[in-house]
T-cell receptor, first 110, second 114 residues
Framework: SQQGEEDPQALSIQEGENATMNCSYK?????LQWYRQNSGRGLVHLIL?????REKHSGRLRVTLDTSKKSSSLLITASRAADTASYFC??????????FGQGTRLTINP | GAGVSQSPSNKVTEKGKDVELRCDPI?????LYWYRQSLGQGLEFLIY????????KSGLPSDRFSAERTGGSVSTLTIQRTQQEDSAVYLC????????????FGPGTRLLVL
């Protein structure tokens, strides 16, 4: 069963615009991670935010976490064509299994 | 350095046959995970190895699925008597240690059961 749900399921924007994806989860967590997947293959780790953190930045990525609402958001600023991919949130407790959401399919139009 | 590698990249098999999928984790990573990604179920955890501890097999969907990790490094996921519903991408990941939460994924093996 899936822990997280991403919203929207699909997002299409113009190059240069910002993209925001949301993730909700159900149980308590130690951390939440965002991954990117191109062409249905390997997942690339983007960023990890711990349960005691509220916001984190990495390059053009900004992640927020609201544990009271059990939700997170991923913002990609100044989007590029290469950002076209599926994005997944995953919740974890320690080093054990990650529980993934269904993903958001992001398309950046030139 | 080298990332997680998996082989084969693609596997087509007939229903009822056994298949073996291989994962080479990043050198020095003590934790290894198998996940499955299918259209209907999304990304699902299958099994987790940590050092010499007993593996967490709680995600294996049936007793046709098994996995082993030899010498604390390479892992093999075996599916016996494959069924069409086993068709999916099987992803392996590794992490540095039990306290390291970032998991690094391999490219996956796409399995198609005819």
């Amino acid at each position: 069963s899936q822990q997280g749900e991403e919203d929207p399921q699909a997002l299409s924007i113009q190059e240069g615009e910002n993209a925001t994806m949301n993730c909700s989860y159900k149980t308590s967590i130690n951390n939440l991670q965002w991954y990117r997947q191109n062409s249905g293959r390997g997942l690339v780790h983007l960023i990890l935010i711990r349960s005691n953190e509220r916001e984190k930045h990495s390059g053009r990525l900004r992640v927020t976490l609201d544990t009271s609402k059990k939700s997170s958001s991923l913002l990609i600023t100044a989007s590029r064509a290469a950002d076209t991919a599926s994005y997944f949130c995953a919740t974890g407790r320690g080093a054990q299994k990650l529980v993934f959401g269904q993903g958001t399919r992001l398309t950046i139009n030139p | 350095g080298a990332g997680v590698s998996q082989s084969p990249s693609n596997k087509v098999t007939e229903k009822g046959k056994d298949v073996e999928l291989r994962c080479d984790p990043i050198s020095g990573h003590t934790a290894l995970y198998w996940y499955r990604q299918s259209l209907g179920q999304g990304l699902e955890f299958l099994i987790y190895f940590q050092g010499n501890s007993a593996p967490d097999k709680s995600g294996l969907p049936s007793d046709r699925f098994s996995a082993e990790r030899t010498g604390g490094s390479v892992s093999t996921l075996t599916i016996q008597r494959t069924q069409q519903e086993d068709s999916a991408v099987y992803l392996c990941a590794s992490s540095l240690a039990a306290a390291q939460e970032t998991q690094y994924f391999g490219p996956g093996t796409r399995l198609l059961v005819l």
